[in-house]
């Protein structure tokens, strides 16, 4: 069965720490994984990963892609508390054309 | 160039009850998505719909229906609701068949008494 498994499922950290979220995948057909920011509504689109150690940035965030071993990994160094939201990883496979969503890893960062 | 907007944002409905949600997705996006999201379950896979055509559909019952217009406009219908329906109905759009970056709306949270 095709699944896309998260962790941890939350996690509480300080400001100023780096944290590293997981989310690995069994799917057929893998076409992408995508991770998203779900602060309060609307998740907001973080990254897009085709390609196995091309690693994307963007300011303080960054993630990578592993398909040999099916996970991904989201950075996020110098923590704020406005990080804190729920991070959503979903993989597209090629068959449906759908998204397979995780369950998301709830982030709080304390001040 | 505006989101994706989602009406209405609140809904209160009772058992029985069917309801109707609407989507307007970015203009010149042809595909819309729906998700229905609650805590225990996360996104869950509604059906999409691409060009007026549904491309594809979730496991959910038979109850949950939609359809696009040529606008590209999308609706999503319940019928006969359930108390396990209350949730955080998401739609998103996207570019084309090939461009999965999908741009989500502010969702419209059902509840079901």
């Known amino acids: 069965e095709d699944k896309v498994v998260q962790s941890p499922l939350s996690l509480v950290v300080h400001e100023g720490d780096t944290v590293t979220l997981n989310c690995s995948y069994e799917v057929t057909n893998f076409r992408s994984l995508l991770w998203y920011k779900q602060e309060k509504k609307a998740p907001t689109f973080l990254f897009m990963l085709?390609?196995s150690g091309i690693e994307k940035k963007s300011g303080r965030l960054s993630s990578i892609l592993d398909k040999k071993e099916l996970f991904s990994i989201l950075n996020i160094t110098a923590t704020q508390t406005g990080d804190s939201a729920v991070y959503l990883c979903a993989v597209e496979w090629d068959s449906n054309y759908q998204l397979i969503w995780g369950a998301g890893t709830k982030l709080i960062i304390k001040p | 160039k505006a989101g994706v907007t989602q009406t209405p944002r609140y809904l209160i409905k009772t058992r029985g009850q069917q309801v109707t949600l609407s989507c307007s997705p970015i203009s010149g996006h042809r595909s819309v998505s729906w998700y229905q999201q609650t805590p225990g379950q996360g996104l869950q896979f509604l059906f999409e719909y691409f060009s007026e055509t549904q491309r594809n559909k979730g496991n959910f019952p038979g109850r949950f229906s939609g359809r696009q217009f040529s606008n590209s406009r999308s609706e999503m219908n319940v019928s006969t609701l359930e108390l396990g329906d209350s949730a955080l109905y998401l739609c998103?759009?996207?570019?084309?068949?090939?461009?999965?970056?999908?741009?989500f709306g502010p969702g419209t949270r059902l509840t079901v008494l």
């Open positions: 085709t390609s």
């Open positions: 998103a759009s996207s570019l084309d068949i090939t461009y999965n970056e999908q741009f």
